[in-house]
């Protein structure tokens, strides 16, 4: 059982799951340390993916193949912490348009600032040259997995599903 656990920690998929884990709890750890203790990975989707000219739940949602509700709960948490606000949609009344405060744009400015940070830990660790060697290979591996169409039918059922 111990030898399969072993081989099982070299799946790329483990690796993924590691190295994520890692990277979030680096974030985590520099945005605290800018006194932003209370966010979710979600708050931060939700924050990265914000148009200046506002953006609804729903484009946010079919953005990052999460549920409008999930969405919707994250918005309404991020204005309750006033980093959001909601606006009547200019053409459709069914809609409201979500945009940055300035607290918001605040935190956008130390999430990037904790980025720069992160990238520069995991190059004192690994080198400039490996972590640009990774930056690389994800991004041409995102660029051809992102353009088929089938991953968008299965991911939902089998992002849900343990590795």
Not at 38 to 54: R, Y
Not at 97 to 110: D, K, P, W
Request: glycine letters at 4%.
């Amino acid at each position: 059982m111990n030898k399969h656990r072993e081989e099982s920690e070299l799946f790329l998929t483990r690796l993924f799951a590691k190295s994520y884990r890692v990277i979030k709890s680096l974030n985590a750890h520099y945005l605290a340390e800018m006194g932003y203790q209370d966010f979710k990975v979600g708050h931060v989707m939700v924050m990265m993916n914000l148009k200046e000219e506002g953006i609804t739940a729903a484009e946010i949602s079919k953005k990052v193949h999460v549920s409008k509700q999930a969405i919707s709960k994250l918005v309404h948490e991020l204005a309750e912490k006033g980093f959001l606000m909601n606006l009547k949609h200019p053409e459709d009344l069914r809609a409201t348009l979500i945009q940055t405060t300035v607290s918001g744009e605040q935190f956008l400015a130390a999430l990037n600032e904790c980025r720069i940070k992160v990238d520069k830990e995991l190059s004192q660790v690994i080198g400039t040259d490996k972590l640009d060697q990774i930056r690389s290979a994800m991004e041409s591996m995102l660029l051809h997995y992102e353009s088929n169409a089938y991953l968008d039918s299965e991911s939902e059922s089998f992002a849900n599903s343990k590795l």
